[in-house]
């Protein structure tokens, strides 16, 4: 796993979670002071504390005063809420600050002469998964502008996304084609990811859906190639991995390495 990746998603995620935290705590107006509750025998008292001119005062709360304790009661836990996810934010900011600059994958990823001389020493040294793997990659002739993402493997791929998968399936030593075209009935197709189980050397296709808050991606992409795989035997949880984000719910690194274990450790 890229431990640097992982925590600038935790850092991004934490800052959403602070800021919609923060809404909701100024949304709800929460009263002043702060509620105190003491356990008395089987019971348990409850009082408003409310700081004036530097003294504490308490006013103690019935059962009429439902609402107010309810306020305050949440007032509390969204407070301690907000308090602890700005402290994991800070831990986090302070590993990516300290995370080292150079690493070796920043030598492949960036080093098209280093990689080349490393990549052979440090990929799967069984011949049939190489062989497939470096077989000869027409690729997806569309709209190749839109290939920017750079990868440690050395290809270039459409988004951050696919970057990140293609990266933790290098790390894992999983052989894989990128958009390497097929003809599947009367189609053909590119799929994001074809893969060759490193052990049983079965045939997985992995697609990621980017952006399934675009109805016109859903109807264009998604539902067009889900109606073409199961018909050619590629089977969603079986052999036809699918991963799905939206702008609001990107694809995590922690998601990409469960599927990773799952089907292919």
């Known amino acids: 796993m890229d431990y640097l990746e992982a925590m ?4 991004e995620q934490l800052i959403t979670k602070i800021n919609r935290i923060e809404k909701e705590i100024k949304k709800a107006s929460f009263p002043d ?11 348990y008292k409850k009082y408003h504390v409310i700081e004036e ?4 005062t ?20 969204k407070t301690r809420e907000l308090y602890a996810l700005k402290q994991q934010l800070k831990a ?44 000869p990659n027409p690729g997806n002739p569309s709209f190749p502008e839109n290939l920017i993402y750079p990868t440690i493997k050395g290809i270039m791929v459409r988004s951050k996304s696919e970057s990140l998968i293609s990266d933790e399936l290098f790390r ?3 052989p894989y084609r990128y958009e390497y075209p097929i003809r599947l009935g009367n189609t053909l197709i590119s799929p994001d990811f074809m893969i060759m189980h490193p052990i049983t050397k079965e045939i997985y296709i992995w697609e990621h859906f980017g952006r399934m808050d675009d109805p016109e991606y859903v109807n264009n992409n998604f539902l067009k190639k889900m109606r073409i795989y199961p018909n050619e035997g590629y089977i969603p949880s079986i052999n036809l991995i699918c991963t799905y984000e939206t702008s ?14 799952k089907y292919f450790r």
């Open 92 to 135: 986090t900011e302070s590993y990516v600050a300290k995370y080292p600059k150079k690493t070796a994958e920043q030598l492949l990823r960036n080093s098209d002469g280093f990689r080349r001389i490393i990549l052979p020493l440090i990929t799967p040294s069984n011949n049939e998964l190489k062989a497939w793997e470096m077989a």
């Open 248 to 261: 609001n719910h990107p694809l995590t690194i922690f998601e990409v390495d469960e599927i990773i274990t």
């Open 53 to 56: 001119d530097c003294h504490l």
């Open 172 to 174: 894992a030593s999983i």
């Open 33 to 43: 002071g702060y509620l105190a509750i003491y356990k008395n025998g089987n019971y």
């Open 58 to 77: 308490r006013r103690y709360l019935s059962a009429n005063d439902k609402y107010l304790i309810q306020k305050l009661a949440m007032k509390a836990y």
């Open 8 to 11: 600038l998603q935790e850092k």
